[in-house]
Nanobody, 128 residues
Framework: QVQLVESGGGSVQADGSLRLSCTVS????????MAWFRQAPGKEREGVAA????????YYADSVKGRFTFSQDNAKNTVYLQMTNLKPEDTGMYYC?????????????????????WGQGTQVTVSS
């Protein structure tokens, strides 16, 4: 059984920064894609960033390129999402997801249905 636990959300003003963490426990998911998604009230869940817990390529939604950074600490089984220059439209529940089957990120990293494991989410609120 794989568990993903997110932390680091909070309330900030526009142009502020936050760093989200997602720690993985249970079966290893080191070979597959891991991603961050977010969901605002009344909107669909959207992919924000993706990469690998063991390091490698990273992928970003156009709306966050240059502001968000996906990183990892393999020794801690943790991936991070560093968010800078936050905007009110970044507000939402942020979820960490793991592919769980060794799939690579470049094949639809932004599609929620391909991810087998999900965290409980952490709220990010950005005020103007």
């Amino acid at each position: 059984q794989v568990q993903l636990v997110e932390s680091g959300g909070g309330s900030v003003q526009a142009d502020g920064s936050l760093r989200l963490s997602c720690t993985v426990s249970g079966e290893t998911v080191s070979s597959g894609c891991m991603a961050w998604f977010r969901q605002a009230p009344g909107k669909e869940r959207e992919g924000v960033a993706a990469g690998y817990i063991g390091g490698g390529g990273t992928y970003y939604a156009d709306s966050v390129k240059g502001r968000f950074t996906f990183s990892q600490d393999n020794a801690k089984n943790t991936v991070y999402l560093q968010m800078t220059n936050l905007k009110p439209e970044d507000t939402g529940m942020y979820y960490c997801a793991a592919d769980g089957s060794g799939g690579r990120c470049f094949t639809g990293w932004h599609i929620p249905q391909r991810f087998l494991y999900w965290g409980q989410g952490t709220q990010v609120t950005v005020s103007s």
